[in-house]
């Protein structure tokens, strides 16, 4: 049940993405242009992933940042209005990322623990960025813990 309602709600961001994404170059101020989004992962194998293909809205008080390359995805829910801080419950940072379709973590599945950082967040700019690290259980090995790092910077709509 959790997994249909995770793929559903997986079809509709990608959906109000398509239509309302954008990017560091549509901002409404062209003459701040000193951050292009970028999202970094870091995986404790060593394995890193940097997504510049980033985009997120605001939609129902809610900030919603997908990322996405070639093979994998990551998105982060916030409420919109967050602010500086760190932020240590899963019930208030929704964060998932995916390998070719399967998920690695998810925020209502095998996440056991996350410190969401933000550093600063210009709500009138729409710009956020900050720091985040998350334990996760394997999902093929229950017993096999992982810790995953990473970077934000992302302008938004």
Avoid: R, W
Avoid at 14 to 35: A, E, H, K, Q
Avoid at 40 to 69: C, H, M, P, R
């Amino acid at each position: 049940m959790k997994t249909t309602k995770n793929i559903l709600s997986l079809i509709l961001l990608i959906t109000v993405l398509t239509f309302t994404s954008c990017n560091s170059n549509d901002d409404d101020n062209p003459s701040d242009n000193s951050s292009d989004n970028k999202i970094t992962l870091t995986i404790d194998n060593g394995s890193e992933i940097v997504y510049t293909d980033v985009t997120g809205v605001v939609l129902a008080d809610k900030l919603t940042i997908a990322a996405s390359n070639s093979d994998s995805d990551l998105q982060i829910i916030l409420n919109s209005d967050i602010s500086q801080g760190t932020y240590t419950s899963p019930a208030q940072i929704g964060i998932s990322h995916s390998v070719n379709s399967q998920a690695v973590f998810n925020f209502a599945t095998n996440m056991t623990s996350i410190s969401f950082v933000v550093t600063s967040h210009d709500v009138s700019a729409k710009h956020i960025k900050g720091t985040y690290t998350l334990n996760y259980m394997d999902n093929q090995d229950n017993n096999i813990s992982h810790t995953a790092t990473g970077t934000y910077d992302v302008k938004y709509h």
